[in-house]
């Protein structure tokens, strides 16, 4: 907890984070869910973040069949799922041990104690049981019996078998939590009400265990007082909270409306992307055309076929996703086609670390493919601007016809945050190439003088039939060439059509100070705990650590160099061994530059971060 | 896409103005003029049309049609015509492709598409051989063929094109001779006219690589002795005098002489493409003597196309969403005053 104020006899928070653990089959993640979502619709700000094995049902009670969720609430402004967990929900032994490295001293543990059995206590590894030998004497722990008081309160409802009953003990761990921060239950009971509507007895079943969590709670002479969060200033808007994939899908869907063109999605299932294509299959009613193909060349080959028929067309995947992708990538900007490639990060390398974030594709996405094959770069940075970045990935590729690489990452993929709904006329205008007719000599490769894009002459068009392919291509014509000058000029000019991207994207900001001694310089899905531990250090007084962002790699912005300069140091912070870092380095080579990395599976800790930027100052 | 109102194209309307450069001798070129010879029987607009091809020699084919073209990446124009047909289905689609591009590197693209069933045309040059990488055997290459890289005799088995595509679900399977530009032309007319995914194997040679691996079959003399031309609804008659036939000896087809042994036109089977239970189609595509040439399974089933249209219809008027907003603030959404 950030800040504990005293107002009279509740305690109201600035800030509380909270954690569900339990077995992947424990509904940890349903759970909280409708602890982020209820505390949104009180006016809080949030930030969540899924913490879930790759296995579907791992063997129950084993530590790596852990399944977690993270939720950061509170008044003041979030920009993370927070570090430092006020509230452990511990479902199982394996839950309390793989989390309570998280939790500090003196904070809250809630655990189900039926769950604390010999067997369960040997499959988490434990020689005694911790709820008895004093290890845990430094936290508060709250001790309940949540399986069999949910069976308990279960009982006069006929036809429930034990399992059905178990299977709903995390509705009592929640109604406990919903009472300790002061919570209404009314929004989950409308959830199970709509979610199960044709079966009335689930309804009353998970209702009657909220129930009797939150009253549990409230008799429970082991809680002291309930906490209240009060609402965050937040600007005025209408606002609902989204996860990252959805917010990717739908920037997507506004753009293809902005554009009257139709959308194509041409994708393979992987970790963590797939919710982009399940998002999407859901809007046939816009005219979104999805293609779950037979393996990722497909999904991007696809959607090239869809580009050259003149949709606006993607594919989204994660890293060894994109290795497979590599060839089509340049194909597509052989043939200077629209095409946005969603990359959202994962542990790699090889399959890695599928469920766990990382930035580690960057070098990938920027160089990854054989030739001279320079490709528009940009990533998102927070759940809600993975819609702003689609919107805009979908504006380049469309405006600049060259395939844009658009990385996200697990973490704000599966993260979620209140959004402030855009809506579609306000977006900035997207204009397309296509040509309808040609009054004069027509040419494949004729170029815009500002852009360089080629026009886009789709099949069906009359008169402007035309050939493309991998082969170098004549530099007006597009006929098959190989005359030496031809290549290194076509080579050149590709270059040169996404330097001049620069023209058309906004230059780089600074947060807190924009000059003096140490710039703290991010991009993509960190930006939010490196705003924290940033606005921490500024906050204590410090006016010379100041926040550079990226949201556009490649380009960069113009402004680049400028920003950097006014800082006498420069540390680059990213969830990779120094990607970004090697690309500034490369290109600013007289600056101090120096480099942070973290690679985990998992997001920066404040704490480190705060640490780290102090020893630099 | 077909309308009686498109101008009258000829051959040469379908002709780029790209240099040719096939070696001399190549039934590609067969193949090409057969093509251009057949496009404007279709009915269709020349801008409606669309090769798409992957890589190999076979694959140089798009450049040299005056159409909307694509020559793509090794073995995966399926997957490209597959995104071009769903984004505008009223678009004529063919793919060119080999035995390397699609059997191989290809395999995987090669057998979903099949397996939709989209309307698309696919026509596979199969010389059972590498040639653009200069001479390596292909995944139709016979066992114990000397090639480049199979110096003592390739140890790999081949595919059949047809038990492939049949083993996939192909609903139209056709395989012809290089070196008989008319009947090809015929069977690409009838190509595009068939509802669904159509499959044709043109027996291609290799003049530089792989000269006369198709001869018994193909050559003048012998083809008519050697090749069965399936016709549907006609009996399965072939040779010179016409007297040889096929017919089914419990479960195996067998050759026989009408005229011998009591046999009569009557005894021999009828060709039915349409049936849709594949096992005879599978056994014509099997057999070695005579080699069956001609529309060989031609059976008309729902397209994905068709599927996907009646599922978007249904979706969109059950579906209160018109446009993005309408999404955007459905459901939870709140105020911050």
Known sequence: ?617 | MSSTDTKKYTFKDFASDQEVRWCPGCDDYVILRAMQNALPEMGLKREDIVFISGIGCSSRFPYYMNTYGMHSIHGRAPAIATGVKLANPNLSVWVITGDGDSMAIGGNHFIHVLRRNMDLNIVVFNNEIYGLTKGQFSPTSLVGQKTKSSPYGNTQPPFSTGELALGAQARFFARIGGNTPKEMSKMFIESQQFKGTSLIEVLQNCPIFNDGCFSKYTDKAVREDQQLFVEHGKPMIFGKERDKGLRLNGLKLEVVTIGQNNITENDILTHDAKEQDPTLHQMLVRLKYPLVTGIIRSYEDITLEERKNEQRERVRSNSSFTKTDDLFFSGETYEIT
């Not at chain 1, 050149?492 to 710039?519: H, M, W």
């Open chain 1, 1 to 617: 907890m950030t800040t504990d104020k005293t107002d009279g006899t509740q305690n109201v928070l600035e800030a509380v984070v909270v954690r569900f653990a339990g077995d992947s089959g424990d509904g940890m993640q349903l759970t909280g869910t409708q602890f982020s979502d209820t505390s949104a619709m009180f006016g809080n700000d949030v930030a969540t973040f899924p913490n879930y094995p790759a296995e579907i049902r791992a063997p129950q009670g084993s530590l790596y069949g852990v399944s977690g969720f993270q939720v950061h609430i509170g008044s003041i402004e979030i920009s993370t799922p927070g570090d430092d967990v006020d509230l452990l929900v511990a479902m199982n032994p394996a839950g309390l041990k793989t989390n309570l490295h998280a939790v500090k001293p003196g904070h809250t543990i809630i655990v189900d104690t039926d769950a604390f059995t010999r067997k369960n206590l040997e499959k988490a590894q434990y020689e005694s049981n911790p709820l008895e030998d004093g290890s845990l004497e430094n936290y508060r722990v709250i001790e309940a019996k949540m399986t069999s008081l949910t069976k308990e309160a279960l009982k006069d409802l006929e036809g429930l078998d034990n399992k059905s009953m178990v299977r709903s003990k995390n509705m009592f761990a929640l109604g406990m939590v919903y009472w300790m921060y002061n919570r209404s239950t009314a929004y989950t009971i409308d959830f199970f009400n709509k979610k199960f509507k044709s079966k009335p007895q689930i309804v009353e079943a998970n209702t009657k265990v909220l129930n009797a969590g939150y009253y549990f709670a409230e008799t429970l002479e082991l809680i002291p007082n309930a906490y209240t969060i009060a609402p965050a200033k937040m600007n005025p808007g209408t606002y609902r909270i989204i996860m990252g994939n959805t917010a990717t899908a739908w920037g997507f869907l506004a753009a293809a409306e902005k554009t009257g063109l139709e959308l194509f999605l041409g994708s393979y299932p992987i970790t963590p992307a797939s919710n982009i294509l399940h998002e999407l299959a859901k809007h046939k009613h816009f005219g979104v055309k999805t293609l779950q193909a037979e393996d990722e060349i497909a999904g991007i080959t696809s959607a090239i076929g869809a580009s050259f028929a003149g949709n606006l067309a993607i594919t989204t995947t994660s890293g060894p996703g994109l290795a497979l992708k590599a060839e089509a990538i340049g194909l597509a900007m052989m043939i200077e086609l629209p095409l946005v490639i969603v990359n959202v990060q994962r542990g790699g390398p090889s399959t890695g670390l599928p469920t766990k974030t990382e930035q580690s594709d960057l070098l990938q996405a920027m160089y990854g493919r054989n030739g001279e094959s320079p490709v528009i770069v940009i990533a998102a940075s927070t759940p809600g601007n993975c819609f702003r970045f689609a919107y805009e990935a979908a504006k380049l590729t469309l405006e600049h016809m060259t395939p844009v690489i658009l990385l996200s990452d697990g973490y704000i993929a599966n993260g979620s945050e209140p959004w402030k709904i855009q809506t579609t006329k306000d977006m900035p205008d997207i204009k397309t190439n296509i040509i309808q007719a040609s009054d004069q000599e027509w040419h494949p490769y004729h170029r815009d003088d500002d852009t360089l894009a080629r026009n886009w002459a789709v099949p069906g068009t009359p008169g402007l039939e035309h050939r493309v392919g991998g082969l170098e291509k004549d530099k007006i014509t597009g006929n098959v060439s190989y005359v030496p000058d031809n290549h290194e000029y076509m080579t050149k000019i590709r270059a040169e059509k996404i330097q001049r991207v620069q023209n058309y994207i906004p230059e780089l900001t600074t947060e807190f100070a924009s000059s003096g001694d140490l710039l703290v310089v991010g991009w993509g899905g960190t930006y939010g705990s490196l705003y924290s531990a940033v606005k921490q250090i500024a906050e204590e007084g410090c006016n010379t650590i100041g926040l550079a962002h990226f949201n556009y790699i490649n380009p960069m912005p113009k402004n680049t160099k400028e920003v950097l300069s006014k800082f006498k140091k420069i540390v680059v912070c990213e969830l990779n061994n120094g990607q970004f870092v090697t690309i500034l380095k490369a290109h600013f080579d007289q600056l101090d530059i120096v480099q942070y990395n973290k690679i985990q599976g998992l997001p920066f800790g404040n704490l480190e971060l705060v640490q780290k930027f102090k020893s630099l100052l």
